[in-house]
């Protein structure tokens, strides 16, 4: 008698920062895996990647089939409620059963037009009738580095009034994700946070003294209108009920250093 073959997980953004730690933590825990990519790669490793585009509703068909699991962790500025509702039409028709989704801390709080896309990603979804399981996580230490970098290269360190973040190591919330995708649909869970609160002089600080950089002089600066608004009053960030990682700001820049 043929054993059947295991239906694989089905990851969207498994090249980016977040699906280069949640793929492997996938493969180590037995599961085949599928990759839905914008370019075409050569199966790997018990990996197989499948060329299309969520966008352009380009292969996502394929790439779904026989697939009984999707995390879908891509995304970008714009076009994340389009991706989703086109990768939620293509999973209800192939009789997906668990859809996992990535999404960011304050999207339901802060009136950005990035965040509402997400939200409305978020929405598309939870409405799908498929099982859903969604995690908002906050800024990952990655791009808070390539923020701080992009801050410290100017001859004045901009300082914008109030604004604060909880910076969250990227291999914590793809252990979270891996655990949520194993498990059974659990909505809304948890929201993901660093452990720690940071303004922006906070996060110049141990950047600039790892890499022997005298401290720039703070520029402060006003987020102007309701965003502006949203930020000082903290609507990006979740200090009650979240989840914390365990990995510090400070931690992630001395392991980059060394």
């Given at each position: 008698m043929t054993t059947p073959t295991p239906a694989p997980i089905l990851v969207t953004g498994g090249t980016g920062t977040l699906g280069g730690?949640?793929?492997p933590l996938l493969r180590a825990a037995?599961?085949?895996v599928r990759v839905l990519s914008r370019q075409a790669r050569p199966a790997a490793d018990g990996v197989e990647y499948v060329t299309g585009d969520l966008l352009k509703d380009e292969g996502i068909e394929a790439a779904v089939r026989g697939a009984e699991t999707i995390l879908h962790l891509a995304g970008g500025p714009k076009g994340d409620d389009e991706a989703a509702r086109t990768l939620v039409r293509a999973a209800r028709a192939a009789?997906?059963?668990?859809?996992?989704h990535i999404s960011v801390v304050g999207a339901d709080r802060v009136p950005l037009?990035?965040?509402?896309s997400k939200l409305a990603a978020e929405r598309a979804i939870a409405d799908s009738g498929i099982g859903w399981t969604t995690l908002r996580a906050a800024q990952f230490h990655d791009l808070t580095?390539?923020?701080?970098?992009?801050?410290?290269?100017?001859?004045?360190l901009p300082v914008p009034g109030g604004l604060r973040l909880q910076p969250v190591d990227?291999?914590?919330?793809?252990?979270?994700?891996v655990e949520l995708t194993l498990g059974e649909p659990s909505g809304l869970v948890p929201d993901l946070t660093g452990p720690k609160l940071y303004d922006i002089a906070a996060l110049a600080r141990p950047y600039l003294e790892l890499h022997g950089r005298r401290r720039r002089p703070a520029l402060p600066v006003r987020i102007p209108g309701k965003a502006g608004k949203a930020y000082r009053a903290g609507a990006n960030l979740t200090l009650e009920g979240a989840d914390t990682g365990k990995r510090t700001w400070e931690e992630f820049l001395a392991e980059r250093v060394r």
């Amino acid at each position: 008698m043929t054993t059947p073959t295991p239906a694989p997980i089905l990851v969207t953004g498994g090249t980016g920062t977040l699906g280069g730690h949640v793929v492997p933590l996938l493969r180590a825990a037995g599961h085949e895996v599928r990759v839905l990519s914008r370019q075409a790669r050569p199966a790997a490793d018990g990996v197989e990647y499948v060329t299309g585009d969520l966008l352009k509703d380009e292969g996502i068909e394929a790439a779904v089939r026989g697939a009984e699991t999707i995390l879908h962790l891509a995304g970008g500025p714009k076009g994340d409620d389009e991706a989703a509702r086109t990768l939620v039409r293509a999973a209800r028709a192939a009789g997906v059963r668990h859809l996992v989704h990535i999404s960011v801390v304050g999207a339901d709080r802060v009136p950005l037009a990035w965040l509402r896309s997400k939200l409305a990603a978020e929405r598309a979804i939870a409405d799908s009738g498929i099982g859903w399981t969604t995690l908002r996580a906050a800024q990952f230490h990655d791009l808070t580095l390539t923020m701080v970098e992009k801050m410290t290269g100017l001859p004045l360190l901009p300082v914008p009034g109030g604004l604060r973040l909880q910076p969250v190591d990227s291999r914590e919330v793809a252990h979270r994700l891996v655990e949520l995708t194993l498990g059974e649909p659990s909505g809304l869970v948890p929201d993901l946070t660093g452990p720690k609160l940071y303004d922006i002089a906070a996060l110049a600080r141990p950047y600039l003294e790892l890499h022997g950089r005298r401290r720039r002089p703070a520029l402060p600066v006003r987020i102007p209108g309701k965003a502006g608004k949203a930020y000082r009053a903290g609507a990006n960030l979740t200090l009650e009920g979240a989840d914390t990682g365990k990995r510090t700001w400070e931690e992630f820049l001395a392991e980059r250093v060394r």
